[in-house]
């Protein structure tokens, strides 16, 4: 979808379809969910995960209302005897929204407004010297807004369109904490006391016009500006991209389906390429068999975030990078699907796909060799993804199965300098991963049993470290592989009542290891890399209610 929305994906024409409620109905929805974090747990606060979530919707002839909130409370995992220098930092949400709608004739219009307000907590550990902890606070305020309609003249004309902006401020506070004295001070060091704000804004239009059965055209403009101020940000940086896209979906017979699209872009910072091409294909071999193939272009300027700001979240933090450039890329992509029904309640599906990616200029991450979890942004100068995608499922009567595999190449050239290292003298790092799922729904007890399991290969993971020399350089270590399952029973009560209970992480993994090759010239460098808190043990109860209006 790159020559519509801009981004380093595959394009062509859109349908974006809403539920619609044919009738009058009220309807209230209650959810509970009590978690413990790892072997960490008290009920309905403090240790632990605790959510509630309430949502009503209204409708009432050609108008819809709809509004909802959500609590999240995670009071972190691990640290000392004090609840403090914890492994995963305490976080708070609140989340919220409000929605309302008009829909009549050829004319559907709605407003939506989203809120969040998060508090993440780290509390250092105690200074016995001096019996005082540096403690930091980070707030976070985001006010969205969004304007979509759409307007169908005939049944070969229609019209869309969407306005939205987003308000994001994150507050950084730094206090120190006297346990002697039982007070806070706030600190003085540079960037310790910050208000960060990120606004966006997006309009964008596109008319569909169906020339023909066989030809149909999807015209329309894009515009995305973002703007950035705080202390460890210097002045008010912007970015705006203005572009326009046509798209095309052509149907030249009914076994054949092509989807180009051009997309023509300027960027006010970075040289966006002219045109940005991309083109989807189906082949329709027989009733159960198709070919997909796909091509696209992709040109993605650095996001101001990525730039300037310093983010923190429960496990790990990422620093911006405001030196990045611009990433520019080709993406190829192929898929057979089959499906068959040898009867009615017996379904099978398979698809294998492959696809090759080459960047130039990648934005990615590379994490600190000390293994502290905190990542920074910067450019691969080249880099290539390639590899193959097998996915199957069944369905038989109350069984659900599902099995997938994939199999990924990763190449990476950082720099001509002689210190960049790499895991072996093969051009690509090669890393398998695998997923399996089954479900079974036992309708006596009005019951259905859930297992996911994921296998994650060793993959390689760029780490910071330091030469010989004393120079910052970025080399390749690798992830250790690991395995990941979960299992869920949801139960349904009566019409009203269902109650959700399992466990997560059932192998009971924390951390990975992440290790380098070794090396005479860049100080050799592991750690671990944070994936869980270990296994957790969830149980949830959900109350719907609806009341249908004649």
Known sequence: MSVIFGSDALAGVINIITKKHQKDDLSVSVKLQEETAGNEYHAFNYKGVHTQNLNVGYKKKDWSLSAGATHNDFNGYGGDAYGRDKDWLPKEQWMGNAKIGYSKGAFNAYYRTDLLNEDIKSRGPINYSNYKAIDQQYITDRFSHQLQGGYTFNKNQQLAGIISYTDYKRKTKTTVHDFEKGTDQLTTGQGEQDLAKFNSFTFRTSVLYQVSPMLTLQPGVDINREEASGERISGTPAITDYAAFVSAEIKPTSRINIRPGLRFIKNSVYNAPPVIPSINSKFVINKNLDLRLAYAYGFRSPALRELYFNFVDVNHNIVGNPNLKAEYSNSFNSSLNWTATPSRNLTYSASLGGFFNDFNNQIDFALAASGSNQYSYFNVNKAKTTGAVLETKMAWKKLDAGLGFSYTGFYRKLYDDKEYIKLDDKEYLWSPELNASISYAWDKIKTKFSLFYKYTGVKPQYVTGTSTSGQDVLYIAETSA?????????????????????????????????????????????????????????????????????
């Open 482 to 550: 690991y395995h990941l399952a979960d299992f869920t029973a949801n139960s349904t009560l009566n019409r009203y009542i269902s109650i959700t209970a399992g466990v997560k992480n059932i192998f009971d993994v924390n951390n990975v290891n992440n290790t380098a090759a070794a090396s005479g010239s860049i100080h050799n460098a592991g750690g671990a890399v944070a994936v869980s808190y270990g296994r957790s043990y969830f149980i949830g109860l959900a109350l719907q209610w609806n009341r249908k209006q004649k």
